[in-house]
């Protein structure tokens, strides 16, 4: 990569437009706003002063025209305005953006404080009043992701509040799926690209409850790591003592290395991709001078984790401790219902690997599959397989992931025994 010393891509951006955007919206709508929902979704929309720019403010009225919120226009998405602020007229500055990053460090301060956790989510979007703007932190670097051009025009202000509030000195710009194919050659800006310091080191190191990871803050997955996990891989570490452990969906062994320290005689991480594998063999390797890591035996299996549980059934292996980390199976509404099968499928070929009295850990990233529907849906698959589940318990979203309102919530995890 060629490095650039922070200006290089953001002297190129668009000034935000002074001319803001008033907006009218739908009763529907300015309800959903006052509970404090952070969407205005376009079709949400009765009347708009001008067309806007991506990042222009749009200020929202009700239908007494007054003041209602405050927000950024994305043209592009359906989601057409993430609001920032609701209730009285606020003038949207770079203090206002400084003032919200620090508020967002000042809930996670018991974790910067901890000593052994130096990876953890620093601003988490709509639910620490940023929408769209996500800032993880792996020690000294920092990753700003973007799930919206809405924060193009706003990104020199977010970085000087990131650098204000929390000294960061290196930062990482990553892009969603969506922005790449709007900003691909609009600003000039790419995913991976460093837009603040030094070069990274690389490989790159944070720790997690002081265990050591390495992360690719640059093309990793999301930011790099999941962070979200982190109390759910603590969990799994109270009980894996001498125990067997399948991890499926294993990424780079977050949840293998965990269940090592925990005392586990053997680990089995299974995941499709190789580099992740790869990974997770540097990651027991950084965090061998731990007896407990040391003397565990960790297996790779590189396959996908319908076909090769399968096939570990067929063959008669079976494990104490089946951790089911899936990816998110519904991007969509309409996936929910394929989603909730194929939770129901990995609950079935898990139990199939469990042995008897053993605990199974499913969890579930995706927003639109309730708590309730997952739950129930695992409940359901492990009763039709004749292997009923006694829960232990069940857990959400960790301090430094808060959720702010409803559609937020997307983490949910069962742990239980046959």
Same mark, same amino acid.
């Given at each position: ?7 290089? !891509? ?15 919206? +739908? !009763? ?25 720019? /991506?990042?222009? +403010?749009? &200020? ?10 405050? #927000? ?13 602020? &609701? ?29 052994? +956790?130096? #990876? ?27 799930? +919206? ?18 000294? /960061? ?18 600003? #000039? ?86 580099? /992740? ?48 980390? !899936? ?70 979203? !960790? ?20």
């Amino acid at each position: 990569m060629s490095h650039n010393n922070g200006h290089t !891509p953001l002297s190129r951006l668009p000034q935000r437009s002074d001319k803001r955007i008033a907006l009218r919206v +739908t !009763p529907a709508a300015e309800r959903a706003i006052r509970q404090g929902h952070p969407w205005l979704f376009a079709d949400a929309i009765q009347q708009q002063s001008h067309q806007g720019q /991506a990042g222009d +403010t749009a &200020v929202i009225f009700d239908r007494k025209h007054r003041f209602l919120a405050v #927000g950024l226009y994305d043209p592009y998405a359906p989601i057409r305005v993430r609001i920032l602020h &609701v209730g009285d007229p606020t003038l949207i500055t770079p203090d206002w953006f400084r003032q919200k990053i620090a508020e967002a460090a000042a809930r996670r301060q018991s974790l910067a404080a901890s000593g052994h +956790t130096t #990876g953890y989510r620093l601003v988490h979007g709509e639910n620490d009043g940023l929408p769209g703007l996500v800032i993880d932190r792996y020690d000294q670097v920092y990753v700003m992701r973007l799930d +919206t051009v809405a924060w193009v025009p706003h990104l020199n202000e977010a970085l000087a509040g990131l650098t204000a509030v929390s000294g /960061a000195t290196q930062v990482v710009l990553r892009l969603s799926r969506s922005v790449q194919q709007i900003e691909d050659g609009l600003y #000039g800006l790419k995913d991976g690209v460093l837009i603040s310091g030094e070069p990274l080191p690389d490989p790159l190191y944070f720790q997690e409850n002081g265990l050591i990871f390495e992360v690719d803050a640059r093309q990793g997955q999301k930011t790099g790591f999941f962070l979200d996990q982190r109390d759910n891989r603590a969990r799994v570490e109270t009980l894996a003592a001498g125990k067997q452990v399948l991890n499926v969906f294993a990424y780079t062994g977050g949840f293998s290395l965990y269940a090592a320290r925990g005392g586990a005689r053997q680990i089995v991480s299974l995941d499709i991709s190789q580099p /992740a594998l790869a990974a997770a063999v540097r990651n027991f390797r950084l965090n061998r001078e731990n007896t407990a890591v040391a003397q565990a035996a960790h297996d790779l299996l590189l396959g996908d984790a319908f076909h090769t549980l399968r096939q570990l059934s067929e063959n008669r292996r079976r494990f104490d401790l089946v951790i089911i980390d !899936p990816p998110s199976f519904a991007k969509k509404q309409e996936e929910t219902a394929r989603a909730l099968g194929a939770y129901a499928r990995l609950a079935r070929l898990g139990l199939d690997v469990l042995r008897p009295g053993g605990v199974l850990v499913m969890a579930s990233c995706s927003s639109r599959v309730t708590a309730a529907a997952f739950f129930a849906q695992v409940h359901e698959a492990a009763v039709s397989v004749g292997r009923p589940l006694h829960e232990i318990e069940r857990t959400f979203h !960790p301090l430094d992931h808060p959720i702010g309102f409803k559609q937020g919530a997307y983490l949910k995890c069962l742990f239980a025994k046959t």
